[in-house]
């Protein structure tokens, strides 16, 4: 049994009205209060237990109802995930989305807004934020900054798009310069104006948009150092095809992946051999996939060479199977092989809103719709689609170090400046309103509809997103530090426990694999 | 009074059950008229009088009913070029279907109800989005010496199924409380419930999971429900029909165990030709958000004119949050119905929903006109 101030307050005024009712004119009517009511109200509050905190108990309850199956199933790989959450507030964010979606239904993440355009859903990523965006080597061999992440991408509200990625923005800022403290305090001076850059840069690209300007695509840096550091790296890494180093060795000739720990410095991501099984179902899951891309290569371009189970990779998706799978390439020199990456696929988490609700037919058509929408053309990443493996959905895409993607921890130095962020935030709000003129239902584009709403006034627009979004950062923040006390308080698994024995098959387990220890927070 | 078939006759009884009460053909009458009662029952499966007789008098026993709604229904939104503005589909608004069995004060129930296998937006559910099967009741319970009883397994809960039956609009859809997530209809749990014959009521009191049928128990917590239905005016004649019920719900919800308090009050006239029921209700905690208070109120109106003829109205008003009057929702609808031969009813009904500001931002597309036609079937055998 336990109590706490809040039922023992509810409890006490029922005690006292209770108590008066049965002395009404001074004759007791029964046993002595003081006898009956202890018990009765001992066993209320113990049964109706209650948390004390409630921003925390919502937070929680968001999130394990998010998780459910998964902590069911898996709980080591979602334990592995908050241990994630806890350690850093963008991680936080970044695997929090299910807490802004809950929240959005109660006051559309940061309230009504003036620009608001009711009825009103666009192809959307669903979660773009900073570290979604990033470049992809298209067909051509010539890199452009793109959105990369589709786990989420459906059809959402345009606002709930464009605060996330400002909220991103903010938080961007405030964590940005970590060994530089003077920096860093620069740097948070300046995120509100920041997200108020990317909210009129969003304004003004939606204007030209709906004036008839082409979607562009991102293939030059403009001038911007965070951006340049982008393509510069990425150039690079595209010519030394680093991820071969990095994620291969070959012997007697033969190129296979690496097990164990890539890279000592993160010791939670682990490549372990991948079960008989699966492995066997790869052959005809990679020959489906082959044939849903665009431009099918050969087959025996994505001939299976090796694959490994892949753990401690992404946030949001920490606790989903991930692969790496090495093929065959162009030819028998391992100099040219390849190296995919198969990742399972769930369900956006789009409320539905309008009807019908659903947008596609199933998941890797959402996947595959949704990204050929929203890239400036369709061979962005050539070998990017979807199909399944196993029976489950499952995304495939090139696994390559020139598809760097940008990260909160190289904004320091040049790159962590208030007016460096500023350009970041100019690019990616562009790049969010090219998102957003996507074809939608029907062949037809939203942008006009959301230009007749910020043009009302589009000062006003950036302003009220950059104050939504510096407010929303706020909450973010003030959630990690509930969601860590109740990781350290609840278990790792935020006291959810399963009625019942695990009675998954060997398999299954063997497939979710073994993932270490996650790291203290 | 109007014709009854026979298969009336077990309504009778469900219908006595639930409201522990009126006479046992008023009650009937009533929810005949134009609500089916045997799965909008109140509560525990508690007799009055009359029922407790009955099942007395037949030892042993075995019944069951389907209450199907089929309809095709149109929605439009209030929004100019809204994407899409209109949608049309064929749905299932409910399919029940419930088998009961009895061997003198012991007594049982399952119902299976029909549903979509996935929640809002998603696509990955049971053989696609199939619409399946699922237990909304299963419970066993037991008749004491005719002063109440108790049941445990998957029961009804205590105060929604009341309102619902006072409602008698279940044709135009579920009521607010319930769609919107504020009361449930059915949890895990039990129920005891104690017959107050000099007053035609009763007092319940009922343990849940407090998650709802459709979820498992994710929290230490559980809820309690402290019920009360009365007929004050019951033994006057002419106004036996009418029927305040209150209750008060300690709760938690969710894993973090959210608080999840409820106090409703229910004012119903449960008249054979002529219904109608407001109910109020006070939330502690809405959708998981503990220290958050809302409200919402619903009145409803129906009335049969004539054997074939009948009309239902409904209005509510749901405040999700108290401290923002544009998170709000009014919903006003009505309809006619028509009923050729019995269990058929066919029905024609439209309304509108005005979301305040806060609610239209958040749930694009909830401000909107419908318009639907229905099919009921309504059948129940067996019994006691």
Redesign the interface.
């Known amino acids: 049994m336990t109590s706490h101030p809040a039922i023992a307050r509810r409890a006490g005024a029922r005690r006292t009205s209770v108590a008066t009712a049965l002395q009404v004119g001074g004759r007791r009517l029964g046993p002595s209060p003081t006898l009956v009511l202890p018990p009765l109200l001992l066993l209320l509050q113990g049964c109706a237990e209650v948390a004390p905190e409630a921003r925390q108990a919502e937070v929680v309850s968001v999130l394990v109802a998010a998780d459910q199956t998964l902590l069911r199933s898996r709980p080591a790989l979602v334990a592995g995930k908050y241990a994630r959450m806890a350690r850093g507030l963008y991680d936080f964010f970044r695997g929090g989305l299910p807490v802004w979606a809950h929240d959005w239904r109660h006051d559309a993440a940061g309230g009504p807004s003036r620009f608001d355009v009711p009825g009103l859903l666009v192809p959307g990523l669903g979660d773009p934020h900073l570290e979604n965006f990033g470049l992809l080597l298209a067909g051509d061999d010539t890199l452009a900054l793109e959105p990369v992440d589709f786990d989420a991408a459906d059809r959402y509200p345009y606002l709930w798009e464009v605060r996330r990625l400002l909220t991103s923005l903010v938080l961007a800022c405030r964590l940005s310069n970590a060994e530089d403290p003077a920096a860093r305090a620069a740097a948070a001076a300046a995120a509100r104006e920041t997200a108020r850059a990317g909210a009129a840069a969003y304004a003004a690209t939606v204007r030209a948009l709906a004036a008839g300007a082409p979607r562009e695509r991102f293939d030059e840096a403009g001038g911007r150092p965070v951006l340049e550091d982008l393509f510069r790296r990425g150039r690079e890494d595209a010519a030394s095809r680093e991820e071969l180093e990095q994620l291969t060795v070959v012997e007697a000739g033969r190129r296979r992946l690496r097990r164990g720990t890539p890279d000592p410095a993160e010791p939670e991501w682990v490549l372990q051999e991948l079960p008989r099984h699966a492995r066997a179902a790869l052959p005809e899951a990679l020959e489906a996939y082959r044939r849903s891309l665009a431009a099918p290569p050969p087959p025996a371009e994505l001939a299976l060479l090796d694959a490994v189970r892949e753990l401690g990779s992404g946030v949001a998706s920490w606790s989903r199977v991930r692969l790496l799978v090495l093929v065959r390439g162009p030819t028998d020199d391992p100099a040219d092989d390849a190296i995919l990456e198969l990742k399972e696929l769930f369900d956006s988490g789009a409320a539905g809103w309008l009807p019908p609700g659903v947008w596609h037919e199933d998941l890797p058509g959402r996947l595959i719709e949704m990204s050929r929408a929203m890239w400036s053309r369709p061979d962005a990443d050539p070998r990017w689609s979807a199909g399944s493996w196993l029976g489950a959905a499952v995304q495939l895409r090139t696994e390559c170090e020139a598809n760097k993607t940008l990260r909160l921890r190289r904004l320091e130095g040049s790159r962590g400046t208030p007016e460096a962020l500023r350009g970041l935030a100019e690019a990616l709000g562009a790049l969010l309103a090219r998102v957003h003129a996507a074809p939608g239902v029907g062949g037809r584009t939203a942008v006009a509809r959301i230009a007749a709403a910020v043009a009302r006034d589009e000062t006003g627009f950036a302003d009220e997103q950059a104050a939504a979004a510096t407010a929303l950062a706020d909450r973010v923040a003030a959630d990690w530090e509930l969601f860590r006390d109740a990781l350290r308080s609840s278990g790792p698994t935020l006291g959810f426990r399963t009625s019942d024995p695990p009675t998954w098959p060997f398999e299954q387990r063997e497939l979710w694999g073994d993932p270490p220890a996650p790291e203290a927070f | 009074m109007r014709r009854r078939s026979q298969a009336l006759g077990h309504v009778v009884w469900l219908a006595a059950a639930g409201a522990a009460a009126a006479p046992a053909t008023v009650v009937a009458g009533t929810v005949a008229a134009v609500d089916a009662p045997p799965n909008d029952a109140a509560g525990s499966p508690a007799a009055d009088e009359a029922a407790g007789t009955a099942a007395g008098a037949a030892r042993g026993w075995f019944g069951g009913g389907i209450d199907l709604i089929a309809g095709y229904r149109s929605?439009w939104?209030?929004?100019e070029?809204?994407?899409?503005e209109w949608?049309h589909?064929f749905e299932l608004d409910r399919g029940h279907g419930w088998v009961e069995a009895g061997w003198g004060p012991a007594r049982a129930r399952l119902l299976a109800e029909a549903t979509r296998a996935?929640g809002?937006?998603?696509?990955?559910g049971v053989a696609g989005?199939s619409v399946v099967l699922r237990l909304r009741e299963a419970w066993a319970g037991c008749e004491l010496f005719g002063w109440g009883d108790v049941a445990a397994g998957i029961v009804p809960t205590l105060a929604q199924p009341t309102l619902e039956r006072g409602s008698g609009t279940r044709v135009l859809g579920a009521s607010a409380f319930e769609r919107h997530g504020l009361l449930g209809p059915a949890d895990l749990g039990a129920s005891a419930a104690l017959r107050l014959p000099w007053v035609r009521g009763r007092l319940a009191v009922a343990?849940y999971d407090g998650e709802g049928y459709a979820q498992?128990?994710?929290?230490?917590?559980?809820?309690?429900e402290f019920f009360a239905e009365l007929r004050p005016l019951g033994v006057v004649e002419g106004l036996g029909p009418l029927v305040v019920s209150a209750a008060y719900l300690?709760?938690?919800?969710?894993?973090?165990?959210?608080?999840a308090d409820r106090v409703v009050a229910g004012l119903a006239w449960e008249g054979d030709r002529i219904g109608g029921a407001v109910a109020f209700l006070w939330l502690w905690?809405v959708?998981?958000?503990?220290?958050?208070q809302g409200w919402a109120i619903e009145g409803s109106l129906r009335g049969a004119p004539t054997e074939w003829l009948l009309l239902a109205a409904r209005v509510a008003h749901v405040v999700?949050?108290a401290d923002?009057e544009?998170?709000r929702l009014t919903e006003a609808g009505g309809g006619v119905g028509f009923r050729p031969l019995e269990p058929f009813e066919v029905w024609l009904d439209g309304g509108r929903v005005l979301a305040g500001?806060?609610a239209?931002?958040?749930?694009?597309?909830?401000?909107q006109w419908w318009l639907a036609a229905r099919l009921r079937f309504r059948w129940s055998g067996g019994g006691p």
């Open positions: 929605t939104t209030t929004v070029d809204a994407d899409p949608f589909e996935t809002e937006g998603a696509l990955v989005d343990l498992r128990e994710l929290n230490r917590g559980k809820s309690w300690l709760g938690s919800q969710g894993a973090g165990s959210s608080r905690g959708d998981g958000a503990g220290e958050r999700r949050d923002d544009q998170n500001e806060t239209r931002a958040a749930s694009p597309g909830c401000d």
